[in-house]
């Protein structure tokens, strides 16, 4: 390992209970975005390496399913245990995968809280028997695994994909394949070693860095049930493409351009922080939660903008490794040209007045992927800037004159994963939450993804839900026994 002067996971890949290295899809140089330098060495799985997964996770499916379920429940609990005495470590890693903040970078609590929460249901009562019309026979509805799930995870939050996807679908009785991507793969690999450690059967869990040649492949194999696909627009269109030639069903989490409503109501404070966080400073805008369109009532706009970008600049940037730091890089250098080009655009057409950043940051920092903290004001809700995932720390900031005008703004998108509202006004709260188009709805609170809470999108933003008892009927087929009594 170069560059980070910690030890990380080896890169290659886990089937069953090996480390695989060779791999037809070559060999990928992991860059650690906080200084551009490689830090791992990663294998890559083609076609022949997903193909040899499939095989070993249906025979793990069968020895899983072959346990009493208490049995798979103690197991999950033992997993859920092994994360949680390596947080730390896990945090770490998070932050050479992708550049997240040390102060942010703890999402295997996440990841652990979703594995209590699905072991749980593993020993609890499911399926129906119920009556049929003209006759006294025996009618039973059960619930059944699909075998083999793959789970191609992103690489803004490997671990947190992991418990929305991987959790519940083992409980469910899955076997699964697990796909990061090539630009942050190590959190996964290591989640992979846990899950042998736990006494998981071997290959139950089977972790396949890839890019997407391999992600291709995993869709279109035939021996895989469901796919649970987290990213971007453009390529779940290929997923949905390629899954068609199988009809394999497919769970979509997809981006957004979430919407903050501040009424002329709400503690300014609070609201300004939670914005700048949710907003430009969060993993640095590259999360499907954060907030690039604020819409600000006229009565409180100039107060609301002072408060705001004050809460923005006072975030530290820097290298992600230091525990201080809350700002840090983008991915990569093609996300530092993506965004700087739609913030050019952006001034060039006049989609609104740049208040804040627009910038590449230098100095000690030259050589890392970092763009400034940008804020557009005044910006037109029908302009690219505000219509288009920019995927980065830019945010829109636009006013609004009353309620119905708010929740028509806010809606103005082909996207719906996440809404925020920021009242003191408890009616109001209700009645925008229940008229905004989006997945979730959050009321004076930043995203904060819970294992009680099914999780998903409206619109462009996804298909099915994660979280939740809708997040493990997901990973389970109903199937309906008629046995003649009468």
């Not at 970078?105 to 249901?121: I, K, W």
């Not at 009532?297 to 609301?304: K, R, S, T, W």
């Not at 009321?443 to 809470?453: L, Y």
């Amino acid at each position: 390992m170069i560059g980070t002067g910690s030890e990380l996971p080896s890169g290659a890949l886990l089937l069953g209970e090996d480390r695989v290295t060779g791999s037809s899809g070559g060999l990928h140089h992991h860059v650690y975005p906080g200084t551009g330098r490689v830090n791992a060495i990663v294998e890559m799985a083609g076609a022949a390496e997903v193909d040899r997964a499939v095989g070993i996770a249906t025979q793990a499916q069968r020895r899983w399913m072959s346990y009493p379920p208490d049995r798979r429940r103690d197991i999950l609990f033992g997993l859920a245990d092994l994360i949680s005495e390596h947080h730390t470590e896990f945090a770490r890693i998070n932050t050479n995968d992708y550049g997240v903040p040390t102060a942010l970078a703890a999402t295997s609590v996440l990841t652990e809280r979703f594995l209590r929460f699905y072991a749980g249901y593993v020993d609890k009562a499911d399926g129906a028997s119920t009556p049929v019309m003209g006759g006294f026979d025996l009618n039973l509805v059960e619930h059944e695994p699909y075998g083999v799930v793959g789970v191609i995870a992103p690489w803004n939050g490997a671990l947190v994909v992991i418990g929305l996807a991987v959790a519940p679908a083992l409980a469910a009785g899955n076997a699964v394949i697990v796909k990061p991507s090539e630009l942050a793969p190590l959190a996964a690999l290591r989640f992979g070693e846990l899950c042998l450690e736990a006494g998981l059967p071997a290959g139950l869990v089977n972790v396949l860095p890839a890019g997407a040649d391999g992600g291709e492949a995993l869709v279109r194999h035939p021996g895989v049930g469901k796919i649970h696909f987290t990213g971007g627009t453009a390529t779940a269109r290929r997923v949905l493409t390629a899954a068609a030639q199988n009809i394999t069903p497919v769970v979509a989490e997809l981006g957004g351009t979430a919407a903050a409503v501040i009424f002329d109501d709400a503690d300014l404070d609070a609201a300004a922080s939670l914005s700048a966080h949710q907003g430009p400073i969060m993993q640095a805008g590259q999360s499907c939660a954060c907030s690039s369109r604020i819409f600000v009532h006229d009565n409180v706009y100039d107060a609301f903008m002072e408060k705001f970008l004050a809460a923005v600049t006072r975030a530290p940037i820097g290298d992600p490794l230091r525990s201080d730091v809350l700002f840090g890089p983008v991915i990569h250098q093609a996300a530092v040209d993506r965004i700087l080009t739609t913030v050019e655009l952006a001034v060039t057409e006049g989609a609104g007045d740049l208040v804040l950043g627009g910038n590449r940051i230098g100095g000690e920092l030259a050589s890392g992927f970092y763009v400034e903290p940008t804020v557009f004001a005044e910006v037109d809700n029908r302009s690219p800037l505000a219509q288009q995932e920019t995927f980065g720390p830019v945010v829109s900031v636009m006013r609004f004159s009353d309620d119905a005008q708010a929740v028509d703004l806010a809606n103005d998108t082909r996207y719906g994963l996440n809404a925020f509202v920021h009242t003191t006004n408890l009616q109001r709260a209700h009645a925008v939450s229940r008229q905004l188009q989006a997945g979730s709805i959050w009321v004076n609170s930043r995203s904060d993804i819970q294992p009680q809470g099914p999780y998903g999108g409206y619109k462009h933003s996804g298909i099915g839900r994660s979280g939740g008892t809708e997040g493990l009927r997901e990973f389970r087929q109903t199937k309906n026994i008629r046995i003649k009594l009468s």
